[in-house]
């Protein structure tokens, strides 16, 4: 692969090599001019390693499955290994549940159920999830060091955004268990029973709690399964429930393989079902769900565009294009992975988004300086390094920043794609890594047309200082979030989801707490 390949701009500042310890933040290979000259009297420019402690985690060298508010061994006596991405090292040992597991989970969230969470008097429900909210934000750096050792993300993301969403998530949904007669005016409304969740890799415990919290506010109880390379904050949540003392039975947390995920779902006692992941496990349990009558949200993959007009004040469009594919790795199901840019500012814009792209710190996730962290698999990082591959074979011109990747770990570099055509694999297909292919427009009837040119409708951004044409592109955009002038922003009151392959259903907010009820 080809590195650096950076315009002939004049005024382009030198390069700068940046010695750096292994697996510490990396090296910054140019800077932009403004920036360049602020820095020029404290050379060279570099920055001291600032890791998190490892320490906060306590990690236990084995798991066992959480089932009826204990910890259980798994039928098979079978387990696997989780690793940190970032060292490929082994974390800890973890269940390997199977379906004899789902049967036993789920017969406890079914007694959980009829015996104690749907009798228990609203309000107090409310005090449970309000509990355990706290307990989140009071354990916040156990679980941000957890997350961050398990998944590759960086720390100051699991510090900052995910940790802190997944409490406010519960926080948000305890205020809505004591009011759900006025959730759905006129009508009575219900808990499902058994929920069945399974949840992928890229937010462990975020979309933990984007499914729990609806769930049990809403009077049902829970059997979920975690993605098998990111187990750990899920069953540190289990410690969480002990200590909320939550009923026994409410929430259980097995691990294991897909088949046991389309076992949990499959079984007739669980009559709602949500799923995060890909399109096409998403499709399978559609299709091993089909005739039985369950309630089921999917939230599936994302194309998403990030719309930049020539009115848009540049410097800003450009974090925002930079947080929207490089947040998580890009490894995010709403990441603004097509660039599409207005062609009268395409080149300045791509000159500057290079320069952006260049002081990225590519490295160590526990580093508390670092943008973007490792990729959470091994096999994730073939996906991605095939459909590069794939990008390069169909003529799209690629460019990547000249930083220097640590020798261990699952580490990919930020990567920008130019010349790139609808038809490319890189331009309709999720690559779920920090991979961005760049299109031009001229008119906004283009931007519009080619923004819905995708299999997916999840999200989109626009970026423009003009706020009528916000309203005119966004009410034509074919997905389910649009940000204006902003991307990745989450908040437990918005409802989040898609149209097509992006699945159906909506998280978040009213509308996903309705997705948890029943109502006559
Ligand atoms: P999957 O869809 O395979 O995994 C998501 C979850 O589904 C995991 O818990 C997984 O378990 C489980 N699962 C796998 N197979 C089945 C099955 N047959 N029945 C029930 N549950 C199942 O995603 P991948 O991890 O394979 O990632 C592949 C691609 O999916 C990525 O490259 C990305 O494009 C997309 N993706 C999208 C996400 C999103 O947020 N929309 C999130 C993750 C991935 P296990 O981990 O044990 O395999």
Same mark, same amino acid.
């Given at each position: 692969m080809s590195s650096d390949q950076s315009p002939k701009r004049p005024e382009r500042p030198e390069k700068r090599a940046v010695a750096r310890s292994a697996g510490a933040a990396p090296a910054v290979e140019a800077t932009a001019p403004h920036v360049a000259s602020a820095l020029a009297a404290s050379s060279p420019w570099a920055y001291a390693p600032a890791p998190e402690s490892k320490e906060l985690a306590l990690i236990r060298p084995r798991y066992g499955l959480f089932i009826d508010g204990q910890e259980r061994a798994p039928a098979s006596g079978e387990v696997v290994i989780t690793f940190n991405p970032a060292t490929e090292e082994p974390l800890a040992e973890v269940a390997k549940g199977s379906a004899e597991d789902a049967d036993r989970a789920i017969s406890a969230a079914e007694r959980a159920h009829r015996k104690v969470w749907s009798r228990l008097a609203p309000r107090e429900r409310a005090k449970y999830l309000y509990r355990i909210s706290r307990i989140l934000q009071e354990r916040s750096r156990e679980f941000a060091v957890t997350e961050t050792l398990d998944s590759g993300k960086p720390i100051r993301e699991s510090r900052d955004v995910d940790v802190p969403l997944a409490a406010a998530h519960f926080w948000y949904y305890a205020g809505w268990a004591d009011k759900l007669q006025y959730a759905v005016p006129g009508r009575r409304p219900e808990s499902h029973g058994v929920v069945g969740q399974v949840i992928p890799w890229n937010f462990p415990l975020l979309m933990l709690a984007w499914k729990i919290a609806p769930a049990l506010a809403a009077g049902n109880t829970v059997v979920l399964k975690p993605a098998s390379t990111t187990p750990l904050t899920a069953l540190l949540f289990a410690d969480v429930c002990r200590q909320a003392e939550?009923?026994?039975?409410v929430v259980n947390i097995i691990t294991g393989p897909g088949e046991m995920g389309m076992a949990i779902v499959t079984?007739? +006692?669980?009559?709602k079902v949500a799923f995060t992941g890909s399109t096409s496990v998403g499709i399978k349990i559609a299709q091993g769900i089909a005739g039985q009558g369950k309630a089921l949200t999917l939230e599936l993959g994302g194309k998403a565009a990030n719309i930049v007009f020539e009115d848009a004040a540049l410097d800003q469009a450009v974090e925002g294009v930079i947080n929207g594919i490089f947040f998580n790795q890009g490894e995010v199901?709403?990441?603004?992975? +097509?660039l599409l840019v207005q062609e009268s500012i395409a080149e300045e814009f791509i000159a500057r988004l290079k320069e952006r792209m260049t002081t990225l710190r590519v490295g160590d996730p526990m580093d508390k300086n670092t943008d973007v962290g490792a990729i959470n698999s091994r096999a994730q990082m073939e996906t991605i390094g095939e459909l590069v591959a794939s990008g390069v074979a169909e003529g799209a011109e690629l460019w990547q920043p000249g930083c220097v990747l640590p020798e261990r770990g699952w580490f990919y570099k930020p990567t920008l794609f130019t010349n790139v055509a609808q038809s490319h694999r890189i331009a309709r297909e999720?690559?779920?890594?920090p991979v961005l292919s760049a299109i031009t427009f001229r008119t906004v009837d283009e931007a519009i047309e080619k923004a819905n040119n995708t299999a997916y409708g999840l999200s989109a951004g626009i970026w423009t200082e003009k706020g009528s044409r916000i309203l005119q592109v966004a009410a034509q955009l074919k997905a389910g979030v649009v940000w204006a002038n902003t991307f990745n922003r989450f908040d437990p009151t918005s409802p989040f989801g898609g149209y097509k392959e992006s699945g159906y259903g909506r998280e978040g907010g009213l509308q996903g707490l309705h997705a948890y009820l029943r109502s006559s």
């Open positions: 939550l009923p026994n039975g079984d007739p +006692r669980v009559a199901c709403c990441a603004g992975s +097509r999720e690559i779920f890594g």
